[in-house]
């Protein structure tokens, strides 16, 4: 059985921030979700958590995961301890703060058949890593920063923070380790020195590509994995076939899918699970989030969560769509619109100036500028339905829980209480009164004064 215990215990005290440094986001995307996807696509069959600091804020985030406390966090080896009932088979152990780790990196380690096996990295600036040191090739121990004279300073390749180990090693190395350095803390990396004097076999793979390697421990780091990892997604999305105007204002999460023949324009940021297809226009200055959008639409600086759009359709300029929201073909949203958990049917239009929450509307209808459906009564939330081909006059307050039936026709300014049935016209409005010369009158009061 292939295992992944991820450790995320620490406090993240160099971030400086009231924030678990493992929630810290790059494109959207909290770094511990990064390091546990990446564990689920390299196949791990289970994955085990390890959190101290902050748990509780942690564990929303944690789906599908096995979760162990680490009650205080006396250093790395003490966190994978506090997994112990976790630890049989073959174990990935990897750090929460590094979420560039590819999947492919870690096939390699679960593939590895040494009973530790250390991925380690040569980095041109290597402070702050532990340090490997070899003897004639074979690795010997690993000494952290804290701990390293200048001749040990000045060695290039590092441990990444990931290792296999088979369970027995990892248990007997466990059993071993003390506390005995700079920091007081028992440290995880000890564990090769205690398994290459015991015979264990230990061996390293070097990353090829260091950048992946690297962790956050600082907030200028986490702004250099950002960007790093908006070049790799938006590099890897321009070779496919889609065009980034400008890359450099353009940012696009991980599990974003966007078909070749997308357009994004700039200012534009693309999150969560969503998706766009071919022949669409992104931006400028929107934001996308968990939405899914049709061919050849275009959504123009709007912001959009949780939101199904169709084909065809024209979203903003200054739209907002949020959860719920399902916009079938040929649809037109407009500027100052907003719609929330609404059904739009195809061809609706809803050009200026609308609230659109909690409503139906069927095919062809019109929604003129400023309509509003009052779907809150302050208890509680209320449907509109309003049907085919229908009209709804500008300035109109639709009350619900209201019907408007197919072909209605709403006059402008109304104030709609009640279902108005099928072809007919409601009016909800005082009638107009002109009083003829009023305002001569009225001068003629004030010139006698
Ligand atoms: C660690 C490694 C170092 C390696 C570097 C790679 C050790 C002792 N050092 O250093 O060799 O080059 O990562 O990035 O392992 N954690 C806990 N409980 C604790 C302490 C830490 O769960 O008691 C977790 C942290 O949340 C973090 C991870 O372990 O996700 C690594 O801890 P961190 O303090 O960042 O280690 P580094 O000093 O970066
Ligand atoms: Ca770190």
New binding site residues.
């Given amino acids: 059985m292939n295992k992944a215990l991820?450790?995320?215990?620490?406090?993240?005290k160099r971030m400086n921030s009231p924030k678990p440094?493992?929630l810290h986001e790059v494109l959207g995307k909290p770094l511990i979700n990064w390091v546990i996807d990446a564990a689920k696509l390299a196949g791990a069959d289970e994955i085990g958590v390890?959190?101290?600091?902050s748990a509780e804020d942690i564990y929303p985030f944690l789906k599908d995961v096995k979760i162990f406390v680490?009650k205080?966090?006396?250093?790395?080896?003490?966190?994978v301890k506090s997994a112990l009932p976790f630890l049989d088979g073959r174990i990935l152990v990897l750090?929460?703060?590094?979420p560039l780790i590819p999947a492919s990196t870690l096939r390699k380690l679960f593939d590895s058949d040494a009973d530790l096996t250390i991925l380690t990295a040569s980095l041109p600036n290597p402070f702050?890593?532990?340090r490997v040191l070899r003897k004639g090739g074979k690795i010997e121990k690993?000494v952290?920063?804290a701990d390293a004279t200048d001749e040990i300073k000045a060695i290039k390749e590092?441990?990444?923070?990931v290792y296999a180990f088979n369970s027995k090693a990892l248990l007997y190395a466990l059993e071993r380790i003390k506390n005995d350095n700079k920091k007081g803390?028992?440290?995880?990396?000890d564990s090769i020195e205690i398994l290459t004097k015991s015979d264990f076999k230990v061996e390293t793979i070097e990353t090829p590509d260091p950048g992946t390697?690297?962790?956050v421990?600082t907030q200028r780091e986490l702004s250099v994995l950002i960007r790093r990892a908006r070049e790799t997604i938006n590099f890897a999305l321009m070779d496919s076939g889609v065009t980034i105007e400008d890359p450099d204002t353009t940012f696009i999460g991980p599990d974003a899918k966007i078909e070749p023949g997308v357009i994004v324009k700039p200012f534009t940021f693309i999150y969560g699970k969503t998706e766009i297809l071919s022949g669409s226009t992104i931006g400028p200055y929107t934001t996308i989030l968990d939405c899914k959008i049709g061919s050849k639409s275009a959504v123009i600086s709007s912001d959009c969560n949780g939101a199904v759009v169709g084909e065809n359709c024209s979203i903003g300029p200054f739209s907002r769509l949020r959860p719920g929201t399902i916009i079938e073909n040929n649809v037109k949203v407009g500027n100052y619109v907003e719609v929330k958990n609404s059904h739009l049917f195809s061809n609706v239009k809803a050009q200026h100036l609308t609230y659109l929450g909690d409503a139906t509307i069927g095919e062809n209808t019109n929604i003129g500028a400023g309509t509003i459906t009052c779907n809150y009564d302050g208890v509680k939330k209320n449907q509109t339905f309003i049907g085919k081909n229908a009209f709804i006059g500008s300035n109109t307050a639709l009350v619900a829980p209201v019907k408007i039936g197919d072909n209605a026709f709403v006059g402008a300014g109304s104030t709609i209480t009640e279902d108005v049935p099928p072809n007919a016209l409601a009016l909800g409005r005082s009638r107009q009164v002109n009083k003829e010369d009023w305002v001569l009158k009225k001068r003629r009061e004030s010139d006698e004064k």
Avoid: C, F, P, R
């Avoid at 205080?72 to 966190?79: I, M, P, R, V, Y």
């Avoid at 590092?158 to 923070?161: A, I």
């Fill in positions: 991820i450790l995320a215990g620490g406090l993240g440094k493992v390890v959190v101290g600091h680490q205080e966090q006396l250093g790395t080896a003490d966190a750090y929460g703060d590094m702050g890593y532990g690993i952290e920063e590092v441990n990444s923070g803390e028992y440290y995880l990396t390697v690297v962790g421990n």
